[in-house]
Every structure is written in C-alpha cells, then in structure tokens.
C-alpha cells in the first residue's frame, strides 16, 4: 500500500519568515490532497494536485505536485500566526490515507 | 447547515463498556471514511465504504471495532469492550467518486478511564 512520509515532523519559525514542507510517496501519487488541522478540530481541505508539475496556490499558500508525480511540497510566505497547526497531506491509492502530519508553530 | 456531522462530541467510558459512534455524512457523498487520531499524530485509515458496501479494512481494526453503513447513508462504529488504548479522536469524513476531496466532521472524542 502506499506511504506518505511528511517533513519535517514539526517546525517552529519565526513569524515572517518562509517555510516549506514536504510530502513524498513511496507510489505514484494519482491525486494528494493538502489539508491543515488546528489543534483539537477538524480537518480543513486546502488544496488538491491531479498533475504532474501542477502548482496552485491560495493567499500565502503555494502547493505543487511534481513532475514525477511521488512529491509534494507546500508551500508558506510570510508565516502569521493563524497558520500555525497541523498540516496533513493526503492520498486516494488506496482510498483515504494520510501523512503522519506537520506540525507548525508560529512565534509572534 | 449540510456538513458531516458526528454524534457524541465527547464520550467519556469505563474500560469494558462497549461505545458506539455515528456519523452523518454530506446527502449526496457515496464514500464513508472513518479514521483514528491520536494527539500530534496524522488520521490513521480505518475503513470505508461506498454506499452501503465496506469496501477495506485496516488491520487496525480490531475484532473489537465494526462498522456499519446499512443504507448507503450515515454510518456507526461500535467498538465492543473498550480498553484505555482506545482512547483518541474518531473522525469521519465524506467523498464522492467524482470529486476526491474527503470532508470531515468534527470528531467524537472518546475517553477510557
């Protein structure tokens, strides 16, 4: 079955600054799914990659698909504090799994 | 308001004691997932469906835990004589076939004392 192994496992910056984290699949990823769970709630879609090379992005969140299709990368300029929490990619081969998730700390 | 909802929030039980969850999901959502979430950790997959059929199983599920999805629509899951290991965050989440993207309910969090 297919692994998703999310880097790195926790993050703590500065606020301002850049960052970016990782997802990377032991298989050909079909569709991933980025989400973001703050602590203690529910899970937030934020953005879906279907092609290879594929990059979309939504206010300071950038995500891409590469062309290979095994890696995704996320994205985050200018880090506030209201993104910090749990960020989580998923996939669909099989149905519904996830990464063990990013945890990012914001400090003001 | 048309989102999946989950019913407890919270459920509080003596180890033993058997708890059963439900979940609604979105009306015209064929897909059914449940997962476990533990504090800090990522949504282990624990089963889905489509319409009323479980289509998998992780090997996380115990003989303890069943689910079922008897019309196609909401789903319970029940685990039978829960230990303190139990304890954790059940989400469910809905999809369908065309679009991939799941949506989760809140969660019910259940505690084993």
């Known amino acids: 079955s297919q692994e998703l192994e999310q880097s790195p496992q926790s993050l703590i910056v500065q606020e301002g600054k850049n960052l970016t984290i990782n997802c990377t699949s032991s298989k050909t990823l079909y569709g991933l799914y980025w989400y973001k769970q703050k602590y203690g709630e529910g899970l937030i879609f934020l953005m879906m990659?279907?092609?290879?090379?594929e990059e979309k992005s939504h206010e300071k969140i950038t995500a891409k698909l590469d062309e290979k299709k095994q890696q995704s990368s996320l994205h985050i300029t200018a880090s506030q504090p209201s993104h910090a929490g749990i960020y989580l990619c998923?996939?669909?081969?099989?149905?519904?799994?996830f990464g063990a998730g990013t945890r990012l700390t914001v400090k003001p | 308001d048309t989102g999946v909802s989950q019913d407890p929030r919270h459920k509080i039980t003596k180890r033993g004691q058997n708890v059963t969850f439900r979940c609604d999901p979105i009306?015209?959502?064929?897909?059914l997932y449940w997962y476990r979430q533990t504090l800090g950790q990522g949504p282990e997959f624990l089963t889905y469906f489509q319409n009323e059929a479980q289509l998998e199983k992780s090997r996380l599920l115990s003989d303890r835990f069943s689910a079922e999805r008897p019309k196609g629509s909401f789903s319970t899951l029940e685990i039978q004589r829960t230990e303190q290991g139990d304890s954790a965050m059940y989400l469910c989440a809905s999809s369908t076939t065309r679009d991939l993207r799941w949506f989760f309910g809140p969660g019910t969090r259940l505690t084993v004392l």
């Open positions: 009306s015209e959502h064929n897909r």
């Open positions: 998923g996939a669909d081969t099989p149905p519904g799994r």
């Open positions: 990659l279907q092609k290879g090379g």
